[in-house]
T-cell receptor, first 111, second 109 residues
Framework: DAGVIQSPRHEVTEMGQEVTLRCKPI?????LFWYRQTMMRGLELLIY????????DSGMPEDRFSAKMPNASFSTLKIQPSEPRDSAVYFC?????????FGDGTRLSIL | GIQVEQSPPDLILQEGANSTLRCNFS?????LQWFHQNPWGQLINLFY???GTKQNGRLSATTVATERYSLLYISSSQTTDSGVYFC???????????FGAGTRLTVKP
């Protein structure tokens, strides 16, 4: 079975550019989570969806960050405009009844 | 928010040794999970264990929810067990998953 699929795996871009991260959850999972991992702050939950509806976005750091889930098989996390401090590994995870399964992450570098 | 403390922060073992990793949390939870982040950065779910004991091969975990801690046991460690082990908890009244800072395990051949 396919796991959570994230794209791109790596992204390097200049500050001020728009960045779009993509996630395909495991089929049948009803929760989707976006996390960010940095050395300084560890793993942080940014936002999560239940049945495609955003439930809690209190972890989204600023208005520059937005996330959507237009259907059960796709979600995006956008940063516009990007800043160097947004550099991190961004993970998407999905779950059904508890156990979360993570994608391989997107390593984002903002120059 | 809920506090999650993991100990020890670092652990170095010789291959074949056993170890116990601990996770303490500050509030009632309805969800506790253990993850392994391998040297390539992948996060693997080891256990979903809000209470009780589970075993999977050389790994087992116990959560005592009333005393707000969980333990992860690794027996007969192998070099492939190296990486960072995270405990993550979800408070009873919301789905906000909080991760501990992790235990970095190094298993030497």
């Amino acid at each position: 079975d396919a796991g959570v699929i994230q794209s791109p795996r790596h992204e390097v871009t200049e500050m001020g550019q728009e960045v779009t991260l993509r996630c395909k959850p495991i089929s049948g999972h009803d929760y989707l989570f976006w996390y960010r991992q940095t050395m300084m702050r560890g793993l942080e939950l940014l936002i999560y969806f239940n049945n495609n509806v955003p439930i809690d976005d209190s972890g989204m750091p600023e208005d520059r960050f937005s996330a959507k889930m237009p259907n059960a098989s796709f979600s995006t996390l956008k940063i516009q405009p990007s800043e160097p401090r947004d550099s991190a590994v961004y993970f998407c995870a999905s779950s059904f009844s508890g156990a979360q399964h993570f994608g391989d992450g997107t390593r984002l570098s903002i120059l | 928010g809920i506090q999650v403390e993991q100990s020890p922060p670092d652990l170095i073992l010789q291959e074949g040794a056993n170890s116990t990793l601990r996770c303490n949390f500050s509030d009632s939870v309805n969800n506790l999970q253990w993850f392994h982040q391998n040297p390539w950065g992948q996060l693997i779910n080891l256990f979903y264990i809000p209470s009780g004991t589970k075993q999977n091969g050389r790994l087992s975990a116990t959560t005592v929810a009333t005393e707000r801690y969980s333990l992860l046991y690794i027996s007969s460690s192998q070099t492939t067990d190296s990486g960072v082990y995270f405990c993550a908890v979800e408070r009873v009244d919301n789905n906000d998953m909080r991760f501990g800072a992790g235990t970095r395990l190094t298993v030497k051949p």
